[in-house]
């Protein structure tokens, strides 16, 4: 059997407030394997850690307990095999539309000349065209946040993790997003993680969708997405499939949102 390109083997994550000292399981034994070109959607209440899991993906963080392992090795520290698109925008605010976007590779001294014109088409693509001068500040929510998956896709990363990335946009905007991303896997397919609140998206994009339970956020539901590629959304929506999979994950998110509530009185 091929080895998965991501493995998350019992990973806990403990945080400890700065001011207070005081302990935050955020994640408590979390197994995932992710294969390579595979499209995973992670699934959960607020708060249940999945940013958590992104972090530590990402390089950013290191697991209290556990291994996390890309192409068998532990995760070290960020770098351009991994693109992140975060839950805010999170631009550098000093500096253009075009220089967030090719930030990665002039930092990693490629010349401008192989890197601009697939930084101008991407922008494009974005729907920024004209844009590439302004400042982030210039720019609207969802503005930024296309800048911001831009910038994550310049480098073509085998992995692309993403947090949330469409929340902010509109439902067209989003729609439209969210079939780009799915072209663009087509062309150049890179294993993405990819966090969502919304339930229709995930089953839009992914081939499989991890369900987390509330914090300490732990896998309790992993299932594959059956519906053949290229989707159309409209198509996916009218499938009775489509809807029996959406009621199943709504009934098990209901349950972990009023389990929390219990245990927030209790
Ligand atoms: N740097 C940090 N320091 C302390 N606690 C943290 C830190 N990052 C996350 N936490 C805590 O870990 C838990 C999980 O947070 P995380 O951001 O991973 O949740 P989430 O599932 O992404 O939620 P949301 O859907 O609201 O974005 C929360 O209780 C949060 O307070
Ligand atoms: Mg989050």
Known sequence: MVAPLIELQSV??????????????????????????????????????KSTILDMLAGFEGPTEGRILIAGEPVGR?????????????????????????????????????YRAQALELIEKMGLGGFENHAPYELSGGMRQRVAIAR????????????????????????????????????????????THDIEEALFLADRVAVMSRRPGRITLDIPIPFPRPRCYEALIADPAFSRLKQDIVRILRQEIVARRETDRA
Do not use: H, Y
């Open 78 to 114: 960020p770098g351009p095999d991994r693109g992140v698109v975060f839950q805010d925008a999170s631009l550098f605010p000093w500096l253009s539309v075009i220089d967030n976007v090719t930030f990665a590779p002039r930092l990693s001294g490629v010349a401008p000349s192989t």
């Open 12 to 49: 806990s994550k403990c945080f400890r407030a700065q001011r207070t000292r005081q302990e935050t399981w955020a994640i408590r034994d979390v197994s995932l394997n992710i294969g390579e070109g595979e499209f995973l959607c992670l699934l959960g209440p607020s708060g249940c850690g």
């Open 152 to 195: 994550a896709w310049i480098s073509n990363p085998r992995i692309l993790l993403m947090d949330e990335p469409f929340g902010a946009l509109d439902a067209q905007t989003r729609l439209e997003m969210q079939e780009t991303l799915l072209a663009a896997r087509g062309q150049a397919v890179s294993t993405v993680l990819f966090v």
